[in-house]
């Protein structure tokens, strides 16, 4: 019995800070321009075709990269424009596709598989690709192969705003020519150590045999070998716009105190963005909940940029909790909850120095690992 043919896609939104810049202000197109941190301590977040000519790269400091292009132009982007428009591709794609996995704010793959029985896959993805184009405005590439490397590492080949289209068989013979560095994964110090070994190429790599790269890398070494011969096995796993994380607290007696009901919000708050950074998942809506004595409940909902930090949920959460709070009034239940959530797009934490932010957050999930969530809290304030 023949195993039925996959068929992934791997969608990209090329340069995608820097597109969506350029929408909104035509006159960036063309120019070297770096989306990032104006500051001393500042970093690139993402950069133009044209900077990266210079050598600018994403998470180079800013004062590098002014050093290789002084005349390039600085913005320092509108998180909540990124988000926006991710929600956008996001769904255009959630529409049409069967199954899809949203990887970061910017990238998605698509299992197409038993849909050739119906559509060619490659046209019905060129077809997705040009509504999203011309819906949107932004450039994206794809790639689309048998399995979720290959298709990744066939999108870097496609960019920038292509295609390419890799066939059930082909994938080693694709694969032959490239560097290693291509293979997702494989960093600094791991293709030095393949360099060692004489191997600068896919095809070095799927020469030698698996015993002696496992010796030399462990098990990590017998991965490299296979994804050398195009073989990955990763699924495609389910992007569900409705999963959430809530919590809610009723109160064994009403509770007419403010600053009570804002220090108990204050804590939940901190309680889910600390299982959301446990999930490695960012959140892109939150809401907050309260139910009075008759049972009449009211609630209310923000789009934010992407985030797991406590100090931008908190404060979005106590946003709406004033909007919603009729002063005075006994208040029986009180809940919040983080939607819209997709994997850490770490991207967003390059616009601002946040190498303090998240290194606090580590410690902080660092103790509260050891000793429970409630073991550091926040005050609650108005």
Same mark, same amino acid.
């Given at each position: 019995?023949?195993?039925?043919?996959?068929?992934?896609?791997?969608?990209?939104?090329?340069?995608?800070?820097?597109?969506?810049?350029?929408?909104?202000?035509?006159?960036?197109?063309?120019? +070297?321009?770096?989306? *990032?941190?104006?500051?001393?301590?500042? %970093?690139?977040?993402?950069?133009?075709? &044209? !900077?990266?000519?210079? @050598?600018?790269?994403?998470?180079?400091?800013?004062?590098?990269?002014?050093?290789?292009?002084?005349?390039?132009?600085?913005?320092?982007?509108?998180?909540?424009?990124?988000?926006?428009?991710?929600?956008?591709?996001?769904?255009?794609?959630?529409?049409?596709?069967?199954?899809?996995?949203?990887?970061?704010?910017?990238?998605?793959?698509?299992?197409?598989?038993?849909?050739?029985?119906?559509?060619?896959?490659?046209?019905?993805?060129?077809?997705?690709?040009?509504?999203?184009?011309?819906?949107?405005?932004? +450039?994206?590439?794809? *790639?689309?192969?048998?399995?979720?490397? %290959?298709?990744?590492?066939?999108?870097? &080949? !496609?960019?920038?705003? @292509?295609?390419?289209?890799?066939?059930?068989?082909?994938?080693?013979?694709?694969?032959?020519?490239?560097?290693?560095?291509?293979?997702?994964?494989?960093?600094?110090?791991?293709?030095?150590?393949?360099?060692?070994?004489?191997?600068?190429?896919?095809?070095?790599?799927?020469?030698?045999?698996?015993?002696?790269?496992?010796?030399?890398?462990?098990?990590?070494?017998?991965?490299?070998?296979?994804?050398?011969?195009?073989?990955?096995?990763?699924?495609?796993?389910?992007?569900?716009?409705?999963?959430?994380?809530?919590?809610?607290?009723?109160?064994?007696?009403?509770?007419?105190?403010?600053?009570?009901?804002?220090?108990?919000?204050?804590?939940?708050?901190?309680?889910?963005?600390?299982?959301?950074?446990?999930?490695?998942?960012?959140?892109?809506?939150?809401?907050?909940?309260?139910?009075?004595?008759?049972?009449?409940?009211?609630?209310?909902?923000?789009?934010?940029?992407?985030?797991?930090?406590?100090?931008?949920?908190?404060?979005?959460?106590?946003?709406?909790?004033?909007?919603?709070?009729?002063?005075?009034?006994?208040?029986?239940?009180?809940?919040?909850?983080?939607?819209?959530?997709?994997?850490?797009?770490?991207?967003?934490?390059?616009?601002?120095?946040?190498?303090?932010?998240?290194?606090?957050?580590?410690?902080?999930?660092?103790?509260?690992?050891?000793?429970?969530?409630?073991?550091?809290?926040?005050?609650?304030?108005?």
């Amino acid at each position: 019995m023949t195993a039925a043919k996959r068929h992934i896609a791997h969608f990209d939104l090329d340069a995608f800070f820097v597109s969506v810049e350029c929408i909104h202000d035509p006159g960036l197109k063309g120019k +070297p321009l770096i989306v *990032g941190g104006h500051n001393e301590r500042g %970093v690139v977040a993402a950069c133009s075709y &044209e !900077a990266r000519r210079f @050598g600018i790269h994403s998470a180079m400091p800013m004062k590098t990269a002014m050093r290789l292009c002084p005349q390039a132009v600085v913005v320092s982007g509108s998180r909540h424009e990124y988000s926006r428009y991710s929600r956008m591709v996001t769904e255009i794609i959630s529409a049409r596709a069967p199954l899809f996995e949203k990887a970061s704010i910017d990238e998605f793959y698509l299992d197409l598989s038993g849909m050739d029985t119906y559509f060619d896959p490659l046209q019905w993805t060129i077809d997705l690709r040009e509504l999203i184009i011309r819906e949107t405005s932004l +450039p994206i590439s794809f *790639g689309l192969a048998s399995n979720k490397m %290959v298709a990744k590492i066939a999108t870097d &080949e !496609a960019k920038p705003n @292509g295609y390419l289209y890799v066939p059930a068989g082909s994938e080693k013979d694709f694969l032959a020519p490239l560097v290693v560095g291509k293979i997702p994964g494989v960093g600094e110090q791991t293709r030095l150590g393949l360099a060692v070994l004489g191997i600068q190429t896919i095809r070095d790599l799927s020469l030698k045999s698996p015993g002696e790269l496992e010796r030399r890398f462990g098990k990590y070494g017998l991965e490299l070998w296979q994804k050398s011969q195009g073989l990955h096995s990763a699924s495609v796993n389910p992007y569900h716009e409705s999963k959430s994380i809530s919590t809610e607290n009723t109160f064994e007696q009403n509770q007419t105190d403010a600053g009570f009901l804002l220090a108990t919000l204050v804590s939940m708050t901190e309680k889910i963005a600390y299982e959301l950074r446990l999930e490695n998942k960012t959140a892109g809506c939150i809401s907050v909940k309260i139910r009075y004595p008759d049972f009449e409940t009211t609630s209310r909902q923000t789009t934010i940029p992407y985030t797991c930090y406590d100090d931008e949920l908190i404060a979005q959460a106590k946003e709406l909790f004033h909007k919603l709070y009729r002063a005075g009034d006994p208040v029986r239940l009180l809940g919040v909850r983080l939607s819209e959530l997709t994997d850490q797009a770490v991207q967003t934490n390059l616009f601002e120095n946040n190498e303090k932010k998240t290194g606090l957050y580590k410690a902080i999930d660092s103790v509260k690992g050891r000793f429970g969530k409630y073991a550091i809290t926040k005050a609650g304030g108005a």
